[in-house]
Structures are given as C-alpha cells and as structure tokens.
C-alpha cells in the first residue's frame, strides 16, 4: 500500500465512492428536484415540471404540517429526555456491578433487540382500551378504562411510553459504556479528598460523561425526528391528528393520497429540523471540549 | 432384436409427443411478471392457478408483491419504464381512471371479443361495463366483486324478548334487519353495554372502522349513500355532475356524519383506533351486533376457526333513509320507502396489462384463465383469497360456499344481500375519476378530525369541500368533469 501514488488510491476507492454518490446523492437531487417540481403523468411517461416555491408555501400555510411539526418535537423532547435519564439511572446502578449485574445488562437491552412493528403491536395490545391488561387490572381495583390510545389528550403519552421502553437500552449501553471508561484514579482521588457520592457524581463522573452522553442524544434526537413505524402500528397519527409525526405526515400525503412532490418537500423540512439539531449538538460538543482544554 | 425395435419405436413415439406438445404449448418460454399485494390476500388466486396454466402455456408466472402503499408508486415507476417490469397489474379499480387516462393501460376489448373462455356477458354488468372500462373502452379485468353490506346478530336482533323489550322502550318493532340508519341507531342503543348473548361477556352495539387509513372512508359514505342518492339524481355521492362542484358538505353528508359519529357512543371499546380488518375479528369473536364491511365479515364469520358467530349471523343490503336531500330543489324529499341505494366501495380488484409489456398477448391469456366462470368461482369461494362474487355463476351453485363452510341457509343470505346491494337500480360506484386517492384521503383525515372531536361535522367537510375544489382545479376541471359524468355513464358535456 505504502508504494501507491495518489492516482492508484483514488482509483481503487472509486467503486465505493461511485456507488455511494450513486445510492445517496442520486436519491437526494430527485426529492430536490420534486420539491421545486409538481410530478404528471402524461402518455404514459412521468413528467416533473418545475413549479416554483408553490410546494414550500403550501407547507407554511398547512396547519397540518404545524401540528406534524409539533408532535414531532414533543416525542423528541421528551422521549430522549426520559431515555437519557432512566438509561443514567440504570448505568449507575450497574456500574457498582451489583448482584446479578450480567444478567440485568442483557435483560435492560432486550427491548432495542425487537423490530418496532412487534413492539407497536405489543403495545396496542397492552393498551387496547377494551381488552387489554391495562384496562383489565385497572377494572378490577375499581378504575375506570383509561383510553391510552383513543383519548386525543393521551394517545402522543401513550406513543412516547412506548418509545422510551424500547430506546432507553440504547442510551444505558451508550451510558455504561462511557461510566466503564472513566479511569478509576479520579474516583479514588476525589474518595481520598473524602467527596460525596453525589459531589463526586456532579464534578468527576458528568463532566466525563458529557461526550458519550452528547453522542447519545444526538444518535437518539435523530432517530427520534424520523419516528413512524410504532405510530403508524399504535395509532395510525390518530385520534384526528393528535399523534401524526412530520414522517407519518410525509408518508401520507406521497403513499396515501399519492401527492409525491409535497411529500418530498415534508420530508425535505424534516431534514432541515434534523440537520438543525444535529448542527446544535456539534457546537455543544465543541464548546464542551473548548471547556475542557480551558 | 424384436424387443430392440420395439424399444425404438417406443421411445420415437414419445419423442414425437414430446416435441408436439412442447409445439402445441403457445407462450413457451415467455416469464409473465405480475404485480399486486403480498399473499394471501389477491395474491393467492394467482398464485393457485398459475401452475396448470404453466403446464398448458409454457410460460412462466413470476408472482412480484409489494405492501399495499408501496402499489401504486411501484406500479408508476414500472410504466414509466421502456420495458415494463410487470406484464400485469392487479389493482383497487378506483386506481384504473389515473392508470387509463394517462395511456398506461393496454384496451383489451380486441382480446375480449376474440376469447371464448372468459364468458364476458357472465360477468355483472355494472363490473363489465362500468368499473373496467373508461371512454369506452375496457382496460382490466374484474377478479372481484366488492360492495358494503349489512351484518347483524340474528340471536339478538330476532330474539322475542328481546323484541318486547325494544318495542316497549323505542315504540316501535325491532325491524329485522334495520331499514334506515336511525334504525340502526335504537338497536345499537338498546344492545349496547350487557351481555345479551349469555356468554359471560359484555356485548356492545356496533363495531365499524374509524381510524384514518383504516378503510373508514369507505364506511363513511356507506353511511352516506342513503341520504343522498335521490333515485334519477346522478352523482349525489361526490360532485355536481354539471359543474363538478364538491356535493361533499350538503345537508345529506352532514347528516351521514353525524350519525357517523353519533354511534360510536354504542361501539366496541376502542373503535376510534380500528381499521377494517380488525373489525372483522372483533365482529367474529360475538362482541358486536351490528357491523358495516365488504364480504369479508361474512366469511370470516361462517368460516373462521376463531369465530364463535357461525350461523348467527344475518345478511342485508345497507340501511337508509326515510328522508334523502335533492340536489336539484336544496331540500330535503320524504320518501315513501326507505332510500336503501347500495354502495360499490371500493369497486374490487382488477388485472390489467402494462402499455410497455412484452408480452401482452400471453398477459392477457393469463387474466383470461384467471377470470374464466369455473377458476374464478373456484377463487371467490377459498378462503383468504380476498375475492368476492362478480359473476352470475358465482350466485348460483351453492357447492362452492358450502365446501367452504357456509351452511346452505347462510351462503343464501349472504349471496343474496351481496346481490341485491350490487343489482340494485340505484346502486352507486365508487368514485373513478384522476385523482380518487387524494380526493379520499381528505375525508379520511375530515372523518378522523371530526371523530377525535377536532371539527364539528359541518367545518370538517366544509374543508373537504376546499380541498376537493382545489384538487379538481389542479388537476383541471373541465377534464375532472368529463371524467366524473363518464364514470356515471353520462354523455360528455
């Protein structure tokens, strides 16, 4: 490799780099050029012709895609903020290795394992209003049915439980992950200062927690945005649109009613949130290591 | 040496047969690609048939699915292509005027007129006629009848106690079955929240979709047909027939929806997040005592192995209206009789072939040997085919349902309710002009704001109205309007 001249490596990288360009820039200029395009159907043959920002102001005059957007931050909000601090917690208490510890670090991961279909449908189940568990164990302690996935006012609660059971392993293991590579000096220098377990946990162990807690919330944040699959098994975006994500949103507008340009320009906002709060994560990370070296 | 030649000739003979009937055999060597949704359901007839046909034709069926959303879009991208990647297309008839008028369709009425096997005359005339053609020619095959009925628990409903009970309480008989949708209201009440089956369980009154992209739509303008479809009114169900303006917000739609979210009240637990299909179970499992679905609940009920309804289940043409608004005076018209005007939702699954296939007159033969009276009958009468009767035939042997599990008294009401709802004079199809699926999917997304309590019923299809006009108007009105009056069997304006 060491006697490769620049020509030769370029040459054999190019496949890779072909093919990646290929599968990924191809895509992206095709949904750019439907965003600005409205999509026909003329002689048998598919037509884009240009049409302007049209797609664009449809979209800021669309309540829908308002309350899409709304939904959407709601279950990134406070789904990754509970997953981060349960997925904490359980580091924590697995860090010590108490007893039993192999075994409850693969039981906490199980969940992230399943496919989010199985898990919409586990869930649906669960809190099916007429015949789930749920319901059954409230009725016999003399509580009425709470309606989990048919009250409006609960539902996007209901979608977010479940988000959070299935992707806190994934912040625990990231979590863990970062508690195991902290050098055990600065925990025995800040014992022999005699600190307190929770002085010791806000300046020695969250300060080295701060990257892999940044990578996690930003991986999480962005899987987050995109969330459709449990949505669309749970509730379908219902009840009316109490529960409809901005990728719900975009898939049914360009699969269900087929209207394939203004699904590219909602998935295409998507991506600007998602390039937004990974921009943001980025300039924390940064500062934070600006910190550091300070 | 005898035994020598004898072995010679033996195997000439057999060489001789086989490579006549490899002659005889038309389509040798051609792959026929053909397209729809994953099995079992609509896949599956194709999938049990294309065997003998191979071993008649030579050629080869190359059976290619995609999940339902993922249809339409695929079966875009491919007739846009040079060469079709699917020879046929087996497609919701509502998708047929987007496919038809953009020139992706191959007619078929040369092949048609030519076939002597596919019996078209036996087919219902308003599948033949209606559904498959467009400006007057046929561009698909049916493989499906589909239209909305009735279901009701026969235990319940006909109960004499029952009966006393009801007529002491509403001050009327329990009518069996249920002529109009207040009807359908009272006995949803009245059988709503107690087990009046004795099985230990509660027993609510009604059990229909309503979540969106659940197939709500559909039940909606079930609902909705009765109100509006003045007999000799066209068009009553989608748009003025004149000016292609929206009839989505009349008096009559509002009144539909009202009801349509009045009943929810008497509905299994729930409801508001189920689909069709679930529906179906529900039904089955003996939790409801009336239902709106396409023929599906009737088998899954006769049939099921889950189904603890078998026999209990009664068959009727949709309810409807004393009262039906006129379009053409703004009023609402009292009708001696209730308006019980069917519903062709849906408009049932149909084959048609690529413009850009390669091999459309083996495609063709395929959806011939597919369709033809003795395959087809075959196909709606098994189970999980998703088929249901489209043919004359298919009403009148008996055989079929009951090898299928149907007892002879139910298989009679149930082909009879389906046959009445798709003969009925003031039958209406579904709507089959460009653009059906974004039409729907803003009643849909109307029916689940309107349920969740979101929009009262007149501002959720006032909008409907809106966007309705602004898709025509996309999509132009004068070529909208065109299409709308042909789909009715109007002449062009």
């Known amino acids: 490799m060491g006697n490769l001249g620049q020509r030769e490596k370029r040459l054999l990288i190019s496949p890779a780099v072909i093919l990646l360009l290929f599968f990924t820039l191809f895509p992206f200029v095709f949904t750019l050029a439907l965003v600005f395009g409205k999509v026909s159907f003329i002689g048998g043959k598919i037509a884009i012709q240009f049409a302007g920002v049209s797609n664009w102001v449809r979209l800021l005059h669309d309540q829908r895609f308002w309350n899409a957007v709304l939904v959407t931050l709601k279950i990134v909000g406070i789904a990754v903020t509970a997953e981060y601090c349960i997925g904490l917690v359980l580091a924590l208490l697995l860090y010590k290795k108490p007893f039993g510890c192999g075994f409850f670090r693969v039981l906490y991961v199980v969940p992230m394992l399943l496919t989010p279909i199985a898990v919409g449908y586990t869930w649906r189940m669960i809190f099916d209003v007429g015949r789930g568990p749920i319901t059954g164990i409230l009725q016999r302690v003399g509580v009425n049915p709470i309606g989990w996935l048919v009250d409006p006012n609960i539902a996007l609660y209901s979608i977010i439980i479940t988000d959070v059971w299935q992707w806190t392993p994934f912040m625990f293991l990231l979590l863990y992950a970062g508690l195991e590579a902290i050098p055990k000096d600065y925990l025995e220098a800040a014992d022999v200062d005699g600190a307190t377990a929770w002085r010791k946990f806000v300046y020695v162990i969250m300060p080295l927690l701060a990257p892999p807690s940044i990578a996690a919330l930003l991986l999480r944040s962005v899987e987050c945005f995109k969330i459709v699959d449990i949505i669309y098994i749970m509730t379908g975006g219902g009840p009316g649109q109490a529960t409809e994500s901005l990728t719900l949103f975009g898939y049914n507008v360009g699969f269900r009613a087929f209207d394939l340009a203004y699904g590219a320009t909602i998935a295409f906002s998507l991506f600007f949130m998602v390039l937004i709060a990974a921009m943001f994560f980025t300039m924390l990370t940064r500062s934070l290591r600006a910190i550091r070296l300070e | ?493």
């Open chain 2, 1 to 493: 040496m005898r035994m020598f030649r004898k072995s010679v000739v033996l195997a000439l003979v057999v060489l001789v047969g086989l490579v006549g009937g490899a002659a005889a055999r038309k389509y040798e060597g051609v792959t026929i690609t053909v397209f729809t949704q994953p099995p079992p359901y609509i896949a599956k007839p194709v999938m049990m048939f294309a065997p003998d046909w191979e071993k008649a034709t030579g050629a080869k069926i190359n059976l290619v699915t995609a999940p339902w959303g993922e249809l339409y879009p695929k079966m875009y991208a491919s007739f846009g292509l040079a060469e079709a990647l699917f020879d046929i297309v087996i497609f919701p008839a509502a998708w047929l005027p987007d496919f038809a008028s953009a020139g992706f369709l191959v007619p078929l009425d040369e092949f048609i007129a030519k076939d002597p096997y596919i019996q078209w005359e036996d087919i219902l005339p308003i599948y033949r006629e209606r559904i498959v053609s467009w400006e007057g020619k046929v561009y698909a095959v049916p493989l499906d009848g589909d239209c909305h009925i009735f279901y009701y628990r026969k235990d319940a409903l006909e109960n004499p106690e029952y009966q006393a009970k009801f007529k002491e309480k509403y001050g009327y008989d329990l009518p069996v079955p249920p002529k109009t949708w207040k009807q359908v209201r009272d006995i949803a009440e009245f059988f709503h929240g107690w087990d009046w089956d004795g099985d230990g369980q509660v027993e609510y009154g009604v059990v229909e979709p309503r979540r969106y992209a659940g197939q709500a739509d559909w039940c909606f303008f079930s609902r909705t047909v009765g109100y509006v479809a003045l007999p000799g009114q066209p068009g009553g169900l989608f748009f003025d027939p004149e000016t292609m303006e929206p009839r989505i917000n009349s008096p009559g739609h509002v009144r539909a929806l009202e009801d349509y979210v009045e009943i929810m009240k008497y509905g299994v637990p729930g409801m508001i997040n189920m689909d069709s299909g679930e529906i179906r179970s529900v039904f089955a499992a003996g939790l409801a005592a009336m239902a709106i679905d396409w023929g599906d609940i009737g088998v899954i009920s006769e049939v099921g192995e889950e189904s603890t309804v078998r026999g209990k289940v009664g068959y009727a043409v949709l309810p409807g209206s004393d009262e039906v608004w006129d379009f053409s005076r703004g009023t609402w018209v009292k009708l001696a009789e209730p308006n019980q005007a069917g519903y062709l939702a849906f408009g049932g699954w149909v084959a048609g072939i690529a413009h850009n296939s390669k091999h459309i007159e083996a495609a063709y033969d395929f959806i011939s040997y597919l369709s033809r009276p003795e395959n087809s009958y075959i196909s709606v009468t098994t189970p999980e085919t998703g088929f249901n009767p489209y043919r004359y035939s298919h009403f009148e042997k008996l055989s079929g349902w009951i090898g299928m599990g149907f007892s002879a008294e139910a298989a009679e009401a149930y082909l009879k309710a389906i046959k009445d709802t798709i003969g009925h004079p003031n039958v209406q199809p579904d709507l089959r002009i460009p653009g059906q699926a974004r039409y729907f999917e803003a009643v849909d997304r109307a029916l689940s704001r309107v349920v969740a309590g979101e929009l009262t019923p007149k501002a959720a299809l006032d909008e409907v109205a809106k966007i309705w006009d602004q898709i025509t108007n996309e999509l132009g009105r004068d070529k909208q309007l065109l299409y709308y009056r042909l789909s009715l069997g109007l002449p062009p304006k």
